[in-house]
Every structure is written in C-alpha cells, then in structure tokens.
C-alpha cells in the first residue's frame, strides 16, 4: 500500500512535467504494485480459510496432466521458459481449482528465488499407486536446516541474494495444506540440475472411491 501511495503520490505532483512515456512507466508500477498487493490478500485469505477448516474441497475423478498443464500456464513466470515434461492421461480425483492454486505458488515461488531466463522444470509420473509433480528451479536451493521452516506460515526466510524478495511468506505453506486436503504430502529435495526440487505426492484413488490402476502405467 505505502509502495502504491508513493508512486501515486509521485505521478500527481510531477503529472504536466512527464512525458509520455515516463507517464505510461510510473502506471505500469502501480499496476504491477496492485496486482503485486491482490496476489497477497489472495494468498492471506486462503491461509485463513485453511486454517479455521473453512475452505471447501470438491474433488472429483479427472485427468491430472490437463489440469497441471492449463494452471502452469495460465500463471506469469516472467521471463522464464517453462519446461513441462507431463504424461497424456494420469487420472486422480482432486479440486482443479485447488490443485490449480498449488501448482501456481510453487511456480511464482520458482520464479521469484531463481535467475531471470533461467528455466523452471515441471514433471509428471505416475509412482506406484501415487502421481508425483516436481517443479524444479535453478535457483540457490534451500539448505537442509531450513527445509520445514519454509513451510510455516508468514516464512521468512531469504536464500542469499534475494533477501528483499517481497512477498507474505505464504506459499508454501497453501501448498502443502492443499496437498494434504487431497491427502498427500510435498517435500523439498535437491534439483538434479541445481537448485531447488519441491516434490507434491498425490494419491491416485478415484473420486468414487476406486483405485487409480486403469490410469496410465508410466
């Protein structure tokens, strides 16, 4: 909000004397600062909302890949290439808004703690009777030490070099309380590539209370 007020504040007083282009600029900052502050109120309502029990899950039988591809896309990564390596078909039963809600704050966290153009990995596969989704950066990685603390809410722990990353702190821990609504688990590993590896562990069990064997055997 103070960030937002300035660069109002700013473009008023200073209004006749900007040119055009310097007009559009300073828009552009609030506009980004405004999509910045309702992507917080989002995440602190929805950690509310989890948190007293409140917000309501409707899974049902669908096909995990579509649902995983149409989330990774439709969220801004900046200018990182997404890299999806995702099966045909992987029936699970699962809230597609919710899951949609994970696989975009993994990616945002992806994107802010890793190296513009650097790329940003999402893989698929099916493990036994579980799907397995890993998005991977190539980022500084989170030491071993810190690994449950990201997931507290309001986290606010820093790699090096990107202490003034802004943001509540909230991301991981909506992931992982979606993932375990859908009764599965996330952890964080090491990327093959470097970087950080975060790993969400679904159970393929159909919406009607079946088992997931006549999903794609990958």
């Given at each position: 909000m ?18 055009d ?75 597609g ?61 820093r ?6 990353v ?25 990327g093959?590539?470097?970087?950080t ?22």
């Amino acid at each position: 909000m103070s960030t937002l007020r300035g660069l109002a504040s700013t473009t008023l007083a200073h209004y006749d004397g900007l040119s055009d282009e310097e007009r559009r600029e300073f828009l552009g900052l609030i506009r980004q600062e405004a999509e910045r502050l309702e992507e917080t109120v989002e995440q602190v309502a929805t950690a509310l909302r989890l948190d007293a029990g409140t917000l309501r899950f409707e899974p049902i039988r669908q096909n995990l890949p579509t649902a995983v591809s149409a989330a990774a896309r439709a969220v801004d990564v900046g200018e990182h290439p997404l890299e999806l390596d995702l099966p045909d078909a992987l029936e699970a039963s699962f809230d597609g808004k919710r899951l949609a809600t994970l696989v975009q704050q993994l990616l945002r966290n992806a994107a802010r703690f890793s190296p513009p153009e650097e790329p940003i990995s999402i893989r698929l596969r099916r493990e036994g009777s579980d799907a397995v989704l890993e998005v991977e950066d190539r980022g500084p990685g989170i030491p071993q030490e810190r690994r449950e603390e990201v997931f507290e809410r309001f986290a606010s722990w820093r790699p090096a070099g990107y202490e003034g990353v802004p943001g509540p702190g909230l991301g991981l821990f909506i992931s992982r309380a979606i993932a375990a609504e859908h009764a599965g688990a996330i952890a964080i590993a090491d990327g093959p590539g470097g970087g950080t590896m975060l790993a969400v562990r679904l159970p393929l069990e159909g919406a009607d209370g079946t088992s997931g064997d006549d999903a794609v055997d990958l």
